[in-house]
């Protein structure tokens, strides 16, 4: 995401709803671990502790720094990149905030402070139901669209005259939420949510990932593609800077972790509110399909019961296919599950058709959420 300027409470409101500005005392653990960050030598006190008290936390008494162990190799990786495409003396800066983004005028680039510790993974896996960057494939992925944003600031590339012709104007203002086409040949897919439709900056952002990528293959993958030449265009741009230095240094760091002071289960509240702002309407007829009402399925599974057994497996399905957010397709599950229960349903069809159809109506429904102009702008 390309943070656009405006106060740091503008952009709390706006794009993360990152919670109040409560200032709680620091809360000192009474459980410490055995395991050490190995870049200052300190020993993380929280590591081993329960969640409730790690939600108790300030995230500035985390403690942690983007040099850790878990982060340092991949950060490292896209430096290698870089510099294998003559990029060499472009290095975006990197440092742990909330959320990934990369802010208007610094070249350099935010990562979750999830990343830098399995114990906080697993917290954030918990608590929103997913991992954004969790797997080393993906990490890349988002450092690698952070990088197009913190590349495009550096070398002001966006008041070029061949970047707005092929993608468009810098200065639109940013959708709270944009409607994707899936099926549009105009853009590169990188990204889920087909993220590249979000704004200008995001194309050329997810563009530039795509270039960037060792073994993209991107001149075959996207031949025929009216997208195949905003990758010509990015790999004119790049040709164009390569062996030069930037022409912005900024090396602040808005939003680290070690200057917000709220909690972090403030954070996840605020985090869990977003995912659930909103969810399609379920139409009774579809899970009549599958489940039934009727008393001689009464010896049967309930249709609740079915859905909660096989609803790890139904969220993780569909967030695959369409990108949508585990958390908000869970709340979807959720509403499914309560109707279910409100209209006293029960299995009406063999358990492998339920949970075939189970996903397949639940697919339908996020998209058509994603179609209706939902898909928010996060990235």
Request: a positive charge.
């Amino acid at each position: 995401m390309q943070l656009r300027g405006g106060l740091r409470e503008e952009f709390r409101g706006e794009f993360r709803g990152a919670g109040s500005a409560l200032r709680c005392a620091c809360y000192h653990l009474a459980m410490p671990s055995r395991s050490r960050s190995r870049e200052t030598g300190q020993r993380v006190r929280w590591a081993a502790t329960t969640d409730d008290k790690l939600l108790s936390m300030r995230f500035c008494d985390l403690g942690l720094t983007v040099d850790s162990p878990h982060l340092r190799p991949h950060v490292r990786q896209l430096f290698h990149e870089l510099a294998d495409r003559g990029l060499e003396q472009f290095r975006p800066h990197c440092w742990l905030s909330t959320e990934w983004f990369s802010p208007d005028g610094v070249p350099g680039i935010a990562v979750p402070f999830y990343l830098a510790h399995p114990r906080l993974k697993r917290l954030e896996k918990k608590q929103v139901l997913q991992v954004e960057g969790g797997t080393a494939q993906s990490l890349m992925q988002i450092l690698r669209h952070e990088a197009g944003h913190a590349i495009d600031t550096a070398y002001r590339l966006h008041y070029r005259k061949a970047w707005r012709e092929a993608f468009g104007s810098f200065a639109d203002p940013y959708p709270d939420n944009y409607k994707p086409r899936p099926g549009s040949r105009n853009f590169v897919t990188h990204l889920p949510w087909w993220y590249a439709q979000a704004h200008p900056a995001e194309d050329f952002a997810e563009t530039f990932a795509v270039w960037l990528a060792p073994g993209s293959r991107w001149k075959a993958r996207y031949k025929g593609w009216p997208a195949l030449r905003k990758l010509e265009v990015v790999e004119a741009l790049m040709a164009d800077i390569a062996n030069t230095p930037p022409k912005v240094r900024s090396t602040r760091r808005p939003e680290s972790i070690n200057s917000i002071t709220t909690t972090l289960g403030e954070h996840y509240f605020d985090k869990r509110m977003r995912y659930a702002d909103s969810f399609p309407d379920f139409f009774d007829t579809d899970l009549h399909k599958i489940f039934s009402p009727d008393p001689r399925y009464s010896h049967r599974p309930s249709a609740a019961g079915f859905l909660r057994t096989h609803r790890a497996q139904m969220r993780e399905s569909v967030a695959r296919w369409t990108g949508a957010h585990a958390y908000t397709i869970d709340q979807v599950l959720r509403d499914m599950i309560d109707r279910c229960k409100e209209l006293r349903l029960r299995l009406a069809v063999p358990r492998a058709d339920a949970q075939r159809d189970a996903i397949l109506m639940l697919t339908v429904q996020t998209m058509n959420y994603l179609q209706g102009g939902h898909q928010p702008v996060a990235m």
